[in-house]
């Protein structure tokens, strides 16, 4: 397959193609007694997600050295840092044997030619029928798989149960219900931002744009186009705009608000709904400890009924093509991904695991506070497009701007939405 270097203009900083030849193996990983007596396996795992990361990794360590003989060496970097630190190290030639990439940064990585398909190992272990299909799609780019699922997250809608209760509602099922909702709440508690509509958080932008039948963007013929214009996309942002600049039942101070602040401003009991992620419960409590038990999650309605879909994030684990023993860095990222420390990470990271297998463990799982995130993430997970392009979007924080433009009333939507799709459409062709 060919590869080709990214320009300045698409990454931002040069990008050199790597095209390292495949040390170690080719695929054939159906043993798992992958021999790595007196090697060493570098990697690096992104810091912050996992608390409890280190003594986790010391574990993994121990188990990895079990079964192949091989030393493994972590180093945690900062999310704040790392797509600089991969670009500068894929330049270099100086990658890591195996990665945690995050989901918009491995078809991207890919396209650079430094990471090294995984297709056939997947397949050579019969792994390929129990991945989750969206981790799958955005870890596939010309049709080879260059990241293995890990951990996902999916944001659904979290409410404050306890008002409900009081008023005398139902967990919304479709968007008039939600609204409804939320005047109630307004007309119950005036001084709530009944639902909280960010300005700064991408990612609760989507499922409306979805929902209504919209699409971020298409490909056709390797050429992307935009549709955040589309008639189906504007209305599903007139839907969820319209909550703050047609009914007022978000704040004005929520049109610079991140995800962040979203999930303080709910934590300090300030917000009756918002679209929240699945790791979000637990970090509402600690931040707020009276909001235990006052709060519960459900699917993010569909326009009249079913789920509004909602984009998938998390990370893939990826092998690099400076891998000098390919056999032993797979059996590395099948361990991680698969089984015992798979489900242990989720559990102390507040994710889900990649594996279909043991994320029906967790929609089988009775917490009111996982069950809905679960649903949502089979049911009803996306993916933005895949495309290495993609990041240069969100460095210019397209959307972003759309949705502050119209939440401060300076564009209406109509307006934003085409001179979203309009540069959307531009940096996802690299111009």
């Known amino acids: 397959m060919r590869k080709r270097i990214l320009p300045i203009a698409v990454l931002g900083v040069a990008v050199l193609g790597i095209t390292a030849c495949s040390g170690g193996g080719g695929g054939n990983s159906g043993d798992d007694s992958a021999s790595g007596d007196g090697k060493t396996l570098d990697v690096w795992i992104m810091q912050g997600t996992n608390p409890d990361a280190e003594p986790f990794f010391d574990e993994v360590a121990d188990?990895?050295?079990?079964?192949?003989?091989?030393?493994?060496?972590?180093?945690?970097?900062?999310?704040?840092?790392?797509?600089d630190r991969f670009v500068t190290s894929i330049a270099g030639g100086t990658t890591p044997d195996v990665a945690e990439t995050g989901t918009t940064w491995t078809p991207e990585f890919a396209d650079a030619g430094a990471?090294?398909?995984?297709?056939?190992?997947?397949?050579?272990?019969?792994?390929?029928?129990?991945?989750?299909?969206?981790?799958?799609?955005?870890?596939?780019?010309?049709?080879e798989l260059y990241g293995m699922p890990w951990y996902a997250g999916v944001r659904s809608l979290v409410y404050r149960s306890d008002i409900f209760e009081e008023l005398g509602l139902d967990a919304p099922t479709n968007w008039d219900e939600l609204r409804e909702a939320a005047l109630a709440i307004k007309a119950a508690h005036p001084?709530?931002?009944?639902?909280?509509?960010?300005?700064?958080?991408?990612?609760?932008?989507?499922?409306?744009?979805?929902?209504?039948?919209?699409?971020?963007?298409?490909?056709?013929?390797?050429?992307?186009?935009?549709?955040?214009?589309?008639?189906?996309?504007?209305?599903?942002?007139?839907?969820?705009?319209?909550?703050?600049?047609?009914?007022?039942?978000?704040?004005?101070g929520a049109?610079?608000?991140?995800e962040t602040d979203v999930l303080d401003a709910f934590a300090a009991g300030t917000v009756?709904?918002?679209?929240?992620?699945?790791?979000?419960?637990?970090?509402?409590?600690?931040?707020?400890?009276?909001?235990?038990?006052?709060?519960?999650?459900?699917?993010?309605?569909?326009?009249?009924?079913?789920?509004?879909?909602?984009?998938?994030?998390?990370?893939?684990?990826?092998?690099?093509?400076?891998?000098?023993?390919?056999?032993?860095?797979f059996a590395f990222i099948k361990m991680m991904t698969t089984g015992e420390f798979a489900e242990k990470w989720g559990e102390q990271s507040g994710y889900f695991?990649?594996?279909?297998?043991?994320?029906?463990?967790?929609?089988?799982?009775?917490?009111?506070?996982?069950?809905?995130?679960?649903?949502?993430?089979?049911?009803?997970?996306?993916?933005v497009p895949v495309t290495p392009t993609f990041g240069a979007?969100?460095?210019?924080?397209?959307?972003?701007?759309?949705?502050?433009?119209?939440?401060?009333?300076?564009?209406d939507v109509e307006t934003a939405a085409k001179d979203a799709a309009a540069e959307m459409t531009a940096t996802l062709n690299g111009n």
């Open 353 to 383: 695991p990649g594996q279909k297998s043991l994320l029906e463990k967790s929609i089988e799982n009775a917490d009111p506070l996982v069950q809905p995130f679960a649903t949502q993430m089979v049911d009803g997970g996306a993916s």
């Open 255 to 258: 049109t610079t608000w991140k």
């Open 115 to 143: 990471l090294a398909p995984i297709t056939d190992y997947v397949k050579d272990d019969g792994l390929e029928d129990d991945l989750v299909e969206g981790l799958v799609k955005s870890g596939t780019y010309d049709d």
């Open 63 to 83: 188990a990895f050295k079990e079964e192949t003989g091989a030393e493994l060496n972590v180093e945690f970097v900062q999310w704040a840092d790392a797509h």
């Open 191 to 252: 001084d709530m931002t009944a639902v909280a509509v960010p300005g700064d958080a991408e990612f609760t932008v989507y499922p409306w744009v979805w929902g209504a039948g919209g699409e971020v963007a298409t490909e056709k013929d390797g050429t992307w186009t935009s549709e955040l214009d589309s008639p189906e996309s504007v209305k599903g942002l007139e839907f969820w705009t319209g909550l703050a600049t047609q009914d007022d039942l978000s704040s004005a």
């Open 272 to 329: 009756g709904m918002a679209i929240m992620g699945s790791w979000t419960p637990s970090a509402i409590v600690e931040k707020g400890p009276d909001m235990e038990g006052k709060f519960a999650a459900v699917p993010i309605p569909g326009e009249e009924d079913g789920i509004s879909p909602s984009v998938l994030g998390g990370s893939h684990l990826s092998m690099f093509e400076t891998a000098k023993d390919k056999d032993l860095a």
């Open 393 to 411: 979007v969100q460095a210019k924080k397209t959307t972003s701007a759309m949705m502050q433009a119209i939440l401060s009333g300076t564009k």
